[in-house]
């Protein structure tokens, strides 16, 4: 199981291409561009297999066709990139998919091995000798941002302030009432 903390850390792998396992998985998107991702599994020196994103490519013309990937170096490939996560699936795998497509990255599914890694990936940010074709273009890092946290941070801040002075300012009214009716009753 992978820990959380090495999600997203950048891992150093070498080893071979297992060229005749690569799958394509489909609904990607990249900058509002429909594609797939290259997945292709990398055997490393120490027997295990670990499955590589190379990275998106566009979409053919049709859902029944698969855009052509150009053909992997061989020997033995050093691959640095991104540790992800893979997340369980949770509903069946679809039957209906092209051959060489999937609905998403599930290792064992990709490679069914023992020595297959099943809880994560690698995206791949670099190889050498360079593994990602022209159509293959590499993933975004994440952005690594505050985010909106400041500005919610201050709208609640400033709600809290509101209800404080809201609450003050129906206690004062409600004083102010009692006394009117006190003032009356006499």
């Known amino acids: 199981v992978l820990a ?7 891992v150093e792998l ?10 394509l998985v489909r609904k990607q998107s990249l900058e509002s561009n429909s594609g797939l991702w290259v997945v292709t599994p990398l055997l490393l020196s ?9 990275g998106w490519t566009p979409a053919a013309n049709s859902a029944t066709e698969s855009p052509v990937i150009a053909k992997l170096p ?3 490939i050093e691959v640095l990139g991104r ?9 069946s795998a679809p ?4 051959a060489g497509q999937v609905d998403r990255i599930i290792p064992l599914e990709i490679y069914p091995s023992d020595a297959t890694i099943s809880s994560s ?3 791949m940010t670099a190889s050498r000798p360079e593994s990602r074709s022209v159509e293959i273009r590499e993933l975004p890092a994440p952005e690594v941002t505050e985010g909106n946290h400041r500005s919610y941070a201050i709208q609640w801040t400033f709600f809290e302030f509101l209800t404080v002075v809201g609450w003050l300012v129906l206690v004062r009214n409600e004083v102010i009432e009692r006394r009117k009716k006190i003032n009356l009753a006499e």
Do not use: C, F, H
């Open 95 to 98: 039957t209906d998919l092209p």
């Open 74 to 76: 061989t020997g033995v």
């Open 83 to 91: 540790v992800r996560a893979v997340a369980p699936r949770t509903k």
């Open 4 to 10: 959380d903390e090495a999600t997203w850390r950048t």
């Open 46 to 54: 120490d027997g295990t297999i670990a499955m590589v994103n190379r």
């Open 14 to 23: 070498t080893g071979t291409w297992v060229w005749q396992s690569q799958v």
């Open 121 to 123: 990936y690698v995206e």
